[in-house]
Nanobody, 127 residues
Framework: QVQLVESGGGLVQAGGSLRLSCAASGRTFSRYGIGWFRQAPGKEREFVAAINWSGGTIWYSDSVKGRFTISRDNAKNTVYQQMNSLKDKETAVYYC????????????????????WGQGTQVTVSS
């Protein structure tokens, strides 16, 4: 069993920044890749970024590349997502998920590869 708790969401103007956190407990956090996904109203959940267990391999969706940065601090059991130059179309609930398999260099960009999710944190970007 693992628990994930997202935080750091809020209301920001377009062009602004937020830093999301995903705090984990209940499993050897440092062995698992973590992914960030988001879901806007009426839309499917979409991949945003992912980081493998060591932090040595990172993926971004094309839409956020160059503006978002994912990182992790295994000593604090936390993954971060720094989001800069936010756009109003990025208003969504942001979720973090823990990868099913441990010690993998590859982290999936599809939600079926994750077996634990947080409750999400709302990010609202005003234009």
């Amino acid at each position: 069993q693992v628990q994930l708790v997202e935080s750091g969401g809020g209301l920001v103007q377009a062009g602004g920044s937020l830093r999301l956190s995903c705090a984990a407990s209940g499993r050897t956090f440092s062995r698992y890749g973590i992914g960030w996904f988001r879901q806007a109203p009426g839309k499917e959940r979409e991949f945003v970024a992912a980081i493998n267990w060591s932090g040595g391999t990172i993926w971004y969706s094309d839409s956020v590349k160059g503006r978002f940065t994912i990182s992790r601090d295994n000593a604090k059991n936390t993954v971060y997502q720094q989001m800069n130059s936010l756009k109003d179309k990025e208003t969504a609930v942001y979720y973090c998920g823990a990868q099913k398999a441990p010690d993998m260099d590859y982290v999936p960009r599809n939600e079926v590869g994750y077996d634990y999710w947080g409750q999400g944190t709302q990010v609202t970007v005003s234009s």
